[in-house]
């Protein structure tokens, strides 16, 4: 079980730009939630997808955005790149449309906007 | 809005003692509580999952306690080893799906 993969593992982009970072959940796991962690803070909720509709979204703008794909892949897009959009973007999987289940993450996307 | 703390925000230990982590969170409406370890510049890897009708969680040297009604959370690590430095993260997830997290506690265990 390859558990919740990501890419790219980092990626430098200038402000301004667009960037798309891709998960695939674990084996088994139909719902993709996306967080935002900056140094030395928790992870900060962004959005979740379930059955390729966005279900949930946190106190993030229309800058990001999100898709889920019929094998419960799924994308995390940012338009208009600023400096504060740098930090480590994570990727968390889990099944079903309940709250109960365990959380898998990935190793993460390491954005630097410069 | 849940608000989650995790106090104290760093920790230094010899080799061999045991560790005692700490969360709290605002709202005890949850699903459950996870704890998770993160190495610098890495993912989150599950520890403990504990569902909001248990009251504690043991996984090897790692026992989770839960006390909803009051909202807190205790992690302990017996015997601490240096591979168990690292920055541990408490999160709860609540009726909106998501997961809340503390800042984390950054462990140092000393040789």
């Given amino acids: 079980d390859a558990g919740v993969t990501q890419s790219p593992t980092h990626l430098i982009k ?61 994308e995390l897009n940012v338009n208009a790149l600023l400096l504060g959009d740098s930090a480590l973007y994570l990727c968390a999987s889990s099944f079903g449309g309940w709250g109960n289940t365990e959380a898998f993450f990935g190793q993460g996307t390491r954005l630097t906007v410069v | 809005k849940q608000e989650v703390t995790q106090i104290p925000a760093a920790l ?27 190495d610098p510049g890495k993912g989150l890897t599950s520890l403990l999952l504990i569902q909001s009708s248990q009251r504690e969680q043991t996984s090897g040297r790692l026992n989770a306690s839960l006390d909803k009604s009051s909202g807190r959370s205790t992690l302990y690590i017996a015997a601490s080893q240096p591979g168990d430095s690292a920055t541990y993260l408490c999160a709860v997830r609540g009726n909106d799906y998501k997961l809340s997290f503390g800042a984390g506690t950054t462990v140092t265990v000393r040789a």
């Fill in chain 2, 12 to 38: 230094s230990v010899p080799e061999g003692e045991n560790l005692v982590l700490n969360c709290s969170f605002t709202d005890s409406a949850i699903y459950n509580l996870q704890w998770f370890r993160q």
């Fill in chain 1, 14 to 74: 200038t402000r301004g730009q667009q960037v798309t970072l891709r998960c695939s959940p674990k084996s088994g796991h139909d719902t993709v939630s996306w967080y935002q962690q900056a140094l030395g803070q928790g992870p900060q909720f962004i959005f979740q997808y379930y059955e390729e509709e966005e279900r949930q979204r946190g106190n993030f703008p229309d800058r990001f955005s999100g898709h889920q794909f019929p094998n419960y892949s799924s």
